[in-house]
């Protein structure tokens, strides 16, 4: 205990005598700590915000259009078009085990809707009750999607996005109110809640409405669906859940099942898989600037502890001559360096922490909320420890190699 409240005294002595030089190499380790944890502060809230903006178009779906057949299959010429029916999604909803929901989209353009004073155009859809846990179609407090009485019952209910909701009633109350599609009235019953989305395939969906398939195609006559849209339990299972559609399709319609072209298939987990690919990398990209900033503070580390060992040799050698060992030598200055450097790094990490704290709130749609979290707090810190040994080694074996004659000769 004597010995270490002894290290702590002589460090505090050699800061005072070398106040300049001290406070410049503690910047250094201050300077790349708060870089290490900002960079990876602001790759993590980036990677968030990114991936719930691409997660808002749904979560472990893919979506598929009719196609046209690129080989001719028993006997069948080529450039057949493929077309399903809502009675084809249904049976694969019967009958395949791999998807987890699966739903079809009837969709028509231009579509007049009116409110009692104002009206727009916007895209509406017929789909099933479970198309908005796929899509993330989340209602607002106090409404709801589509159900099946709805779908059963052919009733004219709408749900509608929250864009579309403030064109026609500004910012009163929506749920429960009339509007018209195509000059037919409609009851809303939920509006949806805001959400972040970076892709689609038919337009952002807060400028979109939905009602119930049965209805659609009463209104419309719409015999094939637009598309369908299906949703695997987890990423690892859509090549499953498409390989199984592909078989129950071909053999109802007669193509090859190897036939790519037969039905287009936006698969989406591909994209999240790139996605987290691309972002692990460039996160990792901003954490090796980082790092390579601590090593150079890491390197003033070293030279002010050559600086020390300079300045305090003949004392090394008085003590190595009443019988301190080489590994007490090598210990008081390793202890040094790591205080020093643990002080330089605890100051980073409160710049760190104060720069996150005041980073504006309207920059966060597009950057995302930086975030320091227990991982990148442990790898900042088990970086400042590596960097902290490496730097305080070598002045420390010098220090404890010294033979004690050489050292007092030298003063």
């Known amino acids: 205990m004597r010995s270490l409240l002894a290290t702590f005294r002589q460090f505090f002595k050699d800061m005072k005598n070398q106040k300049l030089r001290t406070l410049m190499t503690m910047f250094g380790i201050l300077w790349g700590t708060t870089s290490v944890v900002l960079l990876m502060g602001f790759g993590t809230g980036l990677y968030n915000n990114q991936m719930e903006r691409f997660q808002g178009l749904g979560t472990n779906i893919a979506i598929i259009w009719s196609g046209m057949t690129s080989k001719p299959w028993q006997g069948l010429p080529r450039g057949r078009n493929i077309r399903f029916t809502e009675e084809d999604v249904a049976s694969m909803k019967a009958n395949l085990r791999s998807p987890e929901r699966?739903?079809?989209?009837f969709a028509r353009y231009g579509v007049t809707i009116?409110?009692?004073?104002?009206?727009?155009?916007?895209?509406?859809?017929?789909?099933?009750?479970?198309?908005?846990?796929?899509?993330?179609?989340?209602?607002?407090e106090g409404g709801r999607f589509l159900n099946a009485y709805d779908i059963m019952d052919k009733r004219r209910t709408i749900f509608i996005g929250d864009e579309v909701a403030t064109n026609l009633f500004g910012n009163t109350r929506?749920?429960?109110q009339q509007i018209t599609v195509n000059n037919v009235p409609f009851t809303?019953?939920?509006?949806?809640?805001?959400?972040?989305?970076?892709?689609?395939?038919?337009?952002?969906?807060?400028r979109q409405c939905w009602i119930p398939s049965s209805t659609f195609r009463t209104m419309w006559s719409h015999r094939y669906p637009d598309n369908f849209v299906v949703q695997a339990d987890r990423p690892d299972q859509m090549e499953t859940v498409k390989k199984e559609i592909y078989g129950m399709m071909a053999r109802k319609y007669k193509f090859d099942p190897d036939d790519a072209e037969a039905l287009a298939i936006w698969d989406t987990t591909e994209g999240l898989k790139f996605f987290a690919n691309f972002f692990a990398a460039f996160r990792a990209f901003l954490v090796a600037i980082g790092c390579m900033t601590l090593i150079t503070g890491g390197i003033g580390v070293t030279n002010i502890m050559n600086v020390v060992l300079e300045e305090r040799t003949k004392e090394?050698?008085?003590?190595?001559?009443?019988?301190?060992?080489?590994r007490t030598i090598?210990?008081?200055?390793?202890?040094?360096?790591?205080v020093l450097t643990a002080i330089g790094g605890s100051l980073g990490f409160g710049v760190a922490a104060l720069l996150i704290a005041v980073?504006?709130?309207?920059?966060?749609?597009?950057?995302?909320?930086?975030?320091?979290?227990?991982?990148?707090?442990?790898?900042?810190?088990?970086?400042?420890?590596?960097?902290?040994?490496?730097?305080?080694?070598?002045?420390a074996r010098r220090a404890a190699n010294l033979e004690p004659v050489k050292a007092l000769k030298l003063f």
Do not use: C
């Not at 859809?125 to 179609?137: H, K, S, T």
């Open 316 to 326: 090394i050698g008085i003590k190595m001559a009443l019988g301190a060992k080489k």
């Open 188 to 206: 809303i019953v939920g509006v949806l809640k805001r959400k972040a989305q970076n892709s689609s395939y038919s337009g952002r969906d807060y």
């Open 359 to 395: 980073y504006p709130e309207s920059l966060t749609e597009y950057m995302g909320r930086p975030t320091i979290n227990v991982y990148g707090a442990a790898f900042a810190i088990g970086v400042l420890g590596v960097i902290a040994l490496v730097s305080g080694m070598f002045p």
């Open 330 to 338: 090598m210990l008081q200055f390793l202890s040094e360096t790591i």
């Open 102 to 105: 699966i739903s079809p989209e």
């Open 174 to 176: 929506v749920v429960g």
């Open 114 to 140: 009116k409110s009692q004073k104002n009206n727009m155009l916007a895209r509406v859809a017929g789909v099933w009750p479970e198309f908005a846990d796929m899509r993330n179609l989340i209602p607002m």
